[in-house]
């Protein structure tokens, strides 16, 4: 199951991963999946999925790209 998200910063606002991404890196801010306590990550390549587990409770989250916002 994907977990609903949106872009907080286009350009994440944590510098290293700035830099090391060259600037694609971006923040984002979804709901645990358990608790509903929002939450936010950066997503390194958000052309990508990005999937990991969440400390909150301890949740895995699913991150899918968004498909042709870039064309619309």
Known sequence: MTTPWEVLF??????????ATK??????????????KQRVAVWPFPDTIMEFVDNCCNKKVVFMPEKGSEEE
Do not use: G, N, Q, W
């Open 23 to 36: 600037f694609t890196a971006m923040d984002i801010l979804y709901e645990c999946p358990e608790c509903s």
């Open 10 to 19: 286009e350009f994440s606002t944590v510098k290293a991963y700035s830099v």
